[in-house]
């Protein structure tokens, strides 16, 4: 029953924020590597941002300097901080667990 739940999605203007949140249930995500990535239509799905059970963090070129990830291990959850959303940050934004376990999506849409 290892489940993960996006949550925090929606629609915000050029230049404004969102933090996106990761529920997991079913397995301790303190002990795993866990990313965000997103899919915007027609394009591959893609690795945003990514947070190793250490704590180390990894950001796609194109998010670096706006977005963070972090963990609340006594919340068992995976957090993604957005600021200075752009329109082509435009997605459905995904949380993965490297147990091998994907979250159903949660749409991000910017724009005026």
């Known amino acids: 029953q290892v489940q993960l739940v996006e949550s925090g999605g929606g629609l915000v203007q050029p230049g404004g924020s969102l933090r996106l949140s990761c529920a997991a249930s079913?397995?301790?995500?303190?002990?795993?590597?866990m990313s965000w990535y997103r899919q915007a239509p027609g394009l591959e799905r893609e690795l945003v941002a990514r947070i190793s059970a250490g704590g180390s963090t990894n950001y796609a070129e194109l998010v670096k300097g706006r977005f963070t990830i972090s963990r609340n291990n006594l919340r068992n959850t995976v957090n993604l901080q957005m600021n200075s959303l752009k329109p082509e940050d435009t997605a459905v934004y995904y949380c993965?667990?490297?147990?091998?376990?994907w979250g159903q999506g949660t749409q991000v849409t910017v724009s005026s």
């Open positions: 993965y667990a490297s147990l091998g376990s």
């Open positions: 079913g397995f301790t995500a303190a002990s795993y590597a």
